[in-house]
């Protein structure tokens, strides 16, 4: 990889975290970011060493950044990691692949929350009615 190409991708997604949920148009690193030089470089060179982990595969790391950014529901992040998809041999298959896996989890925690919350109000109801006869 060319020096400094890892750099200007970390840049570009930082710029992609920075606007979900804003709806502003962040266009360079120096526009719309209130962090500090140091804390932009820092982050950079964070994102490089995850993205070049060296652990896992190059597709693989692609894959799960594309399903990370599904899982928080970031459609910028998303833009960015689907825009990388076809340069590293990643087919549609593979993406919706990915896809059912984040809303297996999501479907999985949704259920496990209603649970909770079911066996807190029984809880509660229970407490309650143990007040009363008392």
Not at 66 to 87: I, N, T, W
Not at 100 to 129: D, I, T, Y
């Amino acid at each position: 990889m060319a020096p400094g190409t890892q750099t200007a991708r970390a840049e570009r997604h930082l710029l992609f975290l920075m606007r979900c949920g804003t709806g502003v148009e962040t266009t360079t690193i120096t526009e719309g970011t209130m962090l500090p030089e140091q804390q932009q470089k820092a982050f950079g060179e964070f994102y490089d060493t995850v993205r070049e982990n060296r652990i896992l595969d190059p597709k693989t790391t692609l894959l799960l950044h594309l399903g990370a950014a599904m899982a928080f529901g970031c459609s910028p992040c998303m833009e960015y990691y689907l825009g990388q998809v076809e340069g590293a041999g990643i087919t549609a298959e593979e993406i919706g692949a990915v896809q059912g896996v984040v809303m297996a989890v999501a479907a999985g925690k949704v259920n496990a929350q209603l649970g909770e919350v079911q066996r807190r109000m029984r809880k509660e109801r229970k407490a309650s009615m143990n007040e009363t006869l008392t």
